[in-house]
């Protein structure tokens, strides 16, 4: 690895802090700049082990004398700078020490066969990383997210998902037309249904819809849907937050992909 370009950075008028400050303030403006800010070491970490190569590093002072060192320098520039002026370009409460400034672009079409989660219109940043790291974690390679859906690499959502984003291809802002590239079954919820998801064998690979925090699943696509399932709630609640029975999905279809 050849040594990276170690700048200085002593006012928050330099041209990388003003930009990061515009992007802190518009949650999708990664589509426009191309560009991601990663906040904090889990998310570098995660980022480097999924192969990424970060444009920039961004640290502290006291943080360039300390282990986090290590991890800058995985970036061709670096640059130092006061916790103060950290603190500036910052969305969380405690600015973290470190950052990457990463290259973005839109993922590729819909990938026909690869398991996968549909979100209609999740609203709820926390709701959205939140199902992205399930996703991750109960073995579906593919999201996608229909319009209204928050951005998938919004600040929150990136912080929520907790490095998952970059394990998944990830497919945003399309309509529901978009999943006719899918060929494999789809799958929702409905507390009405008749049958649970645990009474069934449920289809592999698959896509699961997950619907609007307030309105559910919209009727065009449920319409696509070949099974409405529920979950079953013993304790009698009416319903459970998205991202809760996202998670109960997802690992159920996965409890049975690894028992077969």
Not at 1 to 20: A, Y
Not at 209 to 218: K, N, P, R, T, W
Request: net charge neutral.
């Amino acid at each position: 690895m050849s040594e990276p370009n170690v700048k200085s950075i002593t006012s928050r008028d330099n041209p990388l802090l003003v930009r990061l400050r515009k992007q802190g303030r518009d949650p999708v403006a990664y589509r426009k700049s191309g560009e991601l800010w990663l906040e904090g070491d889990h998310l570098c970490r995660a980022f480097l082990q999924r192969g990424g190569v970060p444009l920039h590093a961004i640290i502290t002072e006291t943080a360039w004398a300390s282990p986090l060192r290590d991890l800058a320098i995985a970036a061709p520039a670096v640059s130092v700078l006061a916790g103060s002026l950290m603190d500036g370009i910052s969305s969380l409460e405690s600015a973290a020490p470190i950052g990457f400034v990463v290259a973005w672009q839109p993922a590729a079409l819909v990938q026909p066969d690869a398991s996968t989660v549909v979100l209609d219109r999740l609203q709820d940043a926390g709701n959205v990383g939140t199902v992205l790291r399930s996703a991750s974690a109960f073995g579906f390679t593919q999201v996608v997210a229909l319009k209204g859906t928050a951005g998938l690499w919004s600040p929150k959502v990136l912080r929520a998902g907790m490095g998952a984003h970059f394990g998944l291809s990830l497919v945003e802002g399309v309509d529901v037309e978009a999943l006719r590239a899918l060929r494999l079954p789809m799958l929702a919820t409905s507390s009405h249904a008749a049958q649970a998801i645990h009474e069934v064998t449920l289809p592999w690979p698959c896509a699961w819809a997950l619907g609007h925090e307030g309105e559910g699943v919209s009727a065009a696509l449920q319409a696509r849907c070949s099974q409405s399932l529920r979950i079953a709630q013993p304790g009698g609640e009416e319903s459970l937050n998205v991202a809760v029975a996202a998670a109960v999905c997802l690992y159920e279809s996965s409890r049975q992909r690894l028992a077969r």
